[in-house]
């Protein structure tokens, strides 16, 4: 079984249900609906010249969702390669993303195709607009004439370049329905769920961790245009929603909501989570909101899967800053020291994951491919430790570990601790040089609307609750933190943005 199969065996089971719906487009498509609209759609590209194995651009945002989805499954259903590429992305980087996809074909808008022709990147490129299709067109069947199979090639995912240029992942059809199904088995979703997010379908959440488990599972699917507080609870309520995936950012903004209660969203059964770490202070207010609603917590990266762990709800509370058990039946975890060696309850080390859902390599990168591969294991670059129950917690990024006279300082234990001041909404903390001590630290708060905090109201709250030499020296309030479309906070900008002070104060 391949990743469209899911959508012609819905389509057979259950033709009438709810599969995707649009309610700000007034969209509602049924699985027989997808079914036979992503086989006209594969139907028109074998009559453009597309063959097994070529690779389609899929450069287009949520607004676009449902001719995405349609897109995504007719490119499968020949045996073509999708790559979702970020629409947030201009100039060079978007030049390298295409360049590196070896895309001839791209699927996007009339907006699209204007960001593409002013960098001049859709020369030589077949650029197919989505305003000029008829995503209503249906079609019985597709004959394909070249043999599909599980190994075959099926997405290319980018990561999201936090440490050095994004890479174009190798994913299969088997790693593929691995992640389907474990995902899907491990928090139960079911074909009476109503799933809604607004992760961008371009990211490796949003196009695997989001979309596979829900074509398996056959819930209805609900993907926002855009995340917005206002519109999310409203169609939260309107519709029911079952199931919630977001990101913490995502949850921090809808707590600050009056309308984002337990009495109006009474459906509401299971809020999915991951990208950063989620504040105690934000849980434990969906606890008290939301009494019945399961909290889920999730870790992996692009190269797995994006397949690793997940913290069951029973723990949320109890264990601030955990990413939980191997997501099963199939995938392991380890943590290890410098020569590979496993490490003692308690001890941080590299985290490294075995999965089925894992690539098969970085695309004409065998040597980025060789460094994150150890003999079937991935090296995820994320220093973690286990506790008594077999439980990981993530420590911080293996390159983002602050060195200050000789102290090893993580900045995610500093940044936890900052958020629990009540006027803190966001933190971040990096390291910068010092002529001393080799490092120092520097933090970046976001203060929630109409809270006061200075730098001195900060230090005092530290003073009591860290050692001393892990509390920053500097501290800048910003409005907002720089994320990525996952809500990773891409701290090489901010990194850079201290670099170009530096410089204009040399």
Not at 117 to 140: A, C, K, M, Y
Not at 363 to 378: D, L, S, V, Y
Request: proline letters at 5%; hydrophobic letters at 40%; one cysteine or more.
């Amino acid at each position: 079984m391949r990743i469209p199969d899911l959508v012609s065996y819905h389509a057979q089971m259950r033709p009438n249900a709810g599969a995707l719906l649009a309610p700000q487009r007034s969209i509602a498509v049924s699985w027989r609906q997808l079914d036979r609209r992503s086989n006209r759609f594969a139907a028109w590209l074998m009559t453009q010249g597309v063959a097994k194995g070529d690779k389609i651009g899929l450069f287009l945002d949520n607004q676009w969702a449902v001719e995405t989805v349609i897109a995504y499954l007719g490119v499968h259903k020949i045996g073509a390669v999708n790559v979702p590429i970020n629409t947030r992305l201009r100039g060079h980087e978007l030049s390298f993303i295409m360049a590196q996809s070896t895309c001839r074909r791209i699927i996007t808008s009339r907006e699209g195709q204007r960001v593409l022709s002013d960098i001049g990147v859709d020369d030589g490129f077949e650029v197919h607009l989505v305003e000029e299709w008829d995503w209503n067109g249906e079609q019985d069947a597709v004959t394909i004439p070249w043999e599909l199979r599980m190994g075959d090639e099926a997405d290319f995912l980018f990561t999201s370049g936090t440490t050095g240029k994004p890479k174009a992942t190798v994913h299969t059809h088997f790693g593929a329905m691995h992640l389907a199904i474990s995902a899907a088995t491990a928090i139960s979703l079911s074909d009476a769920d109503i799933y809604q997010t607004a992760i961008p379908f371009y990211s490796s959440s949003g196009c695997h961790t989001y979309l596979l488990p829900a074509l398996f599972a056959g819930v209805t699917m609900v993907i926002d245009p855009a995340f917005d507080v206002h519109d999310t609870i409203r169609t939260m309520r309107n519709l029911g929603t079952t199931v919630y995936f977001g990101v913490p950012a995502m949850l921090l903004l809808l707590l600050g909501s009056d309308e984002f209660r337990g009495d109006l969203l009474s459906r509401w059964r299971l809020c999915l989570y991951g990208g950063s770490i989620m504040p105690y202070d934000a849980i434990n207010k969906i606890r008290r909101r939301f009494p019945g609603v399961g909290l889920i917590n999730f870790y992996g990266l692009t190269e797995a899967g994006p397949g690793g762990t997940m913290l069951d709800d029973r723990y949320a509370l109890e264990k601030i800053g955990a990413v939980g058990r191997p997501i099963p039946p199939f995938t392991e975890i380890r943590v290890v020291d410098s020569e590979e060696k496993d490490l003692p309850v308690g001890e941080v080390g590299e985290i490294y994951i075995h999965t089925p859902s894992a690539m098969v390599g970085y695309f004409h990168n065998p040597e980025e491919t060789a460094k994150i591969n150890r003999n079937g294991w991935i090296a995820t670059g994320d220093l973690g430790r286990l506790d008594e129950d077999g439980i990981l917690y993530i420590v911080d990024r293996k390159k983002d570990i602050v060195i200050r006279g000789g102290f090893n300082i993580y900045p995610s234990e500093i940044e936890q601790i900052i958020y629990e001041h009540p006027a803190v909404l966001e933190a971040a903390v990096v390291g910068v040089p010092h002529p001393i001590l080799g490092q120092d630290t520097h933090a970046f708060v976001v203060a929630k609307p109409n809270q006061d905090i200075t730098r001195e109201d900060l230090l005092e709250f530290l003073r009591d609750r860290i050692a001393d030499f892990k509390i920053p020296r500097r501290v800048t309030f910003v409005s907002a933190l720089p994320r990525n479309a996952m809500g990773k906070v891409q701290k090489q900008d901010l990194r850079a943005l201290l670099e170009r002070e530096r410089s204009e104060e040399a």
